[in-house]
């Protein structure tokens, strides 16, 4: 059975940078690709990005310059940065595989 499992910070001020983490087990990194989705508050999902099995990374236009994303393969992980974040950035993220299924996903509140 595949888990997937993000973890990272609740609470992140305006400004900072968020940095989250999606944990996998049951299957591995390099074999599909996996994904970053967030919903803000009373809104639709937005893709984030992805990582490919091969370790691509692909961004969404909207947030490419402020994101980065890693994956671990030691550890069969991969993580996302958002920098200079605003309240706009809270919301619930995911980590996913369109093939493999979702995280329960992780509220991020951004506030002062």
């Known amino acids: 059975q595949v888990q997937l499992q993000e973890s990272g910070p609740g609470l992140v001020k305006p400004s900072q940078t968020l940095s989250l983490t999606c944990t996998v087990s049951?299957?591995?990194?390099?074999?599909?690709?996996w994904e970053w989705i967030r919903q803000p508050p009373g809104k639709g999902l937005e893709w984030m990005g992805a990582?490919?099995?091969?370790?691509?990374?692909w961004y969404s236009p909207s947030l490419e310059s402020r994101m980065s994303l890693s994956r671990d393969t030691s550890k069969n992980r991969f993580t996302l940065q958002l920098n200079s974040v605003t309240p706009e950035d809270t919301g619930v993220y995911y980590c996913?595989?369109?093939?493999?299924?979702w995280g329960q996903g992780t509220q991020v509140t951004v506030s002062s």
């Open positions: 996913a595989s369109w093939q493999l299924g």
């Open positions: 049951g299957a591995s990194i390099t074999s599909v690709n």
């Open positions: 990582i490919t099995d091969g370790g691509r990374f």
